[in-house]
């Protein structure tokens, strides 16, 4: 079975540590991982983890500065996620409706 694109974007953000390691890298910009795995309770072995997964969906890329590997948020792509999460999001509140309507019209015929 092919894996869609959407599919590993659903994956990289669905690992509550990755998408704080993208939290991180939205608010303070550029950083090692050496400095996240400063601010948050996993190692730097785990971050750097994380942000390969987050490389592989293009929403991070990585660029060497003399010794010292940046992360940064690539800011196109966290555009086009987001807009894939709201259709996604869109699409589910369409059918809870849907099947409030379906639950309403058959508690009425039940009464």
Known sequence: ????????L???IAEPSRRRVLDLLVRRGP???SALAAEVP???QA???????LEQTKLVTRRREGREV???????????ATR?????AHDWERRLVDIKHLAEAA???EE
């Open 1 to 8: 079975m092919k894996t869609s694109a959407d599919d590993v």
């Open 10 to 12: 659903w994956a990289a």
């Open 31 to 33: 950083a090692t991982a």
């Open 42 to 44: 996993f190692t730097r």
């Open 47 to 53: 971050v750097i983890k994380h942000l390969a997964v």
């Open 70 to 80: 940046l992360f940064r948020v690539d800011a196109r792509r966290l555009d086009e």
């Open 84 to 88: 894939v999460v709201a259709r996604v």
């Open 107 to 109: 508690f009425d015929r």
